[in-house]
């Protein structure tokens, strides 16, 4: 194994295990949510987010990316920080004032005036963690930024489970939210490289230049994760909003992997295109999209077979109508897996107007389907609408990206997954039927069926069984 592909490897295992570890911790508290403040407090909780979402995109533009970007290629990397930190801010102070305007458009989706002004001081501290994130990721730092991450998610949690314990509802779980940020930045700032330094006016042009089609990429993507959401306040009450979003967080272990790639890559990928290395981004993409898939297929399968019963006994009865939109859901991960890589290496091969007419064109089709089918089928036509959007996003992404780099499919590895993934059936369809239901049978019919999965590809698979042992042995702190 090359050197790149063992720092591409150290710095994708830093960001899965950290992924892991945020995804747990938030897959156990969200159960404690469900079951202490109900469906309703969830579904305000998660339509708080979906604005947090969109706005910190507005705070953005696509900065983060052009900042990132321009760092990489090594020119005036003080004066491009200093850049993006003084356009940041007054962005923020930009979008602030026009929602305090504005604020009063948006009250039929169920978001108090209180909740409102509380959103325009989290954005405010976001936008700050988010220009340091920036700074530590360019730097080549991914290890640490992964685990500030981590952190930030602990703290978080910590903070939202005493709030939510001791009666805070909604704020509680807003003021976890705002003390992660707050424990990210005083980290930050002692591990940031550069420094503020006077920049030019061809600075700003320069960041602006890549910029605008990377915010509108990001826009889209954010849209994807939360325009659901909204379309559901409207159309229902709060408590399907809850119910969603639960399906929808449930769903995110699909993409630990391929997340953790995409964290990794674009930092990667930017350096190798700059050096002129395609022959390294295309071998990254090959082997990034197999092990990309390897937990989205059998959670597929496990949520098919599984999913009304987890939904029951995890997060209560109210939640367990979920559950057909819980494996649309699942299906849409999987092809977002895909898709978020194809995005990732556009971007990053600076492709950025094509990554974003992909992206436009899946939430085109997601927003009219969504109007069309949520007040007809409920949450699986929000499903519904959302595996939509994601299949045709892939597809134009992939048409535009084949012309950049040849992309190969590991026939092997995916015929081993699959392999797994049927062996891992014929056992857990039958237990389903016939063991009787509870919550210990379907963890244990959980466990099993992963276990069985893993152990089968392992055999099966010599190139992954080769990574998990040469991953033993990499130098973590180099």
Known sequence: MSEKELEVQRHGIMYLISSTGITLLGFLATMFYAHWVGAGILGQYFLFLSFFAIACQLTDLGIGYATMYRICEGKTPDEYFAASLVIRLLLWVFVAAAMLVYKNYFGTLGLSDSLWVILIAVLGISTLVSILSTAISASNRLGLAASVSLIDNITRIVFQVIAVFLGFQVFGLIGGLTAGLLTEIVIDLKFIDYHLKKF?????????????????????????DNTNPLIIAYFMPLSDVGIFGVCWTFSVFALFVSTALCNTLFVKVSRWRSAGDWNAITIALSRATSYGLILAIPMLIGGAILGSRLLYYLYGASFAVGATALVIIIGARIVQSVFQLYSNFLMATDHVRHQFFGLFMGIVVNIILAFILIPIWGLPGAAIASLSNVIISTIICWYYLHKVIPIYIEMKTMKDIFISAGVMTVVILPASLLLNQSLLTTVTMVGTGGAIYMAVLFILNEQIRGDVMKTLKIRWFT
């Open 200 to 224: 030019h006016w061809s600075h700003v042009k320069s960041i602006f230049s890549f910029s605008s089609w990377a915010f509108l990429s990001t826009f889209c993507t954010i849209l994807f």
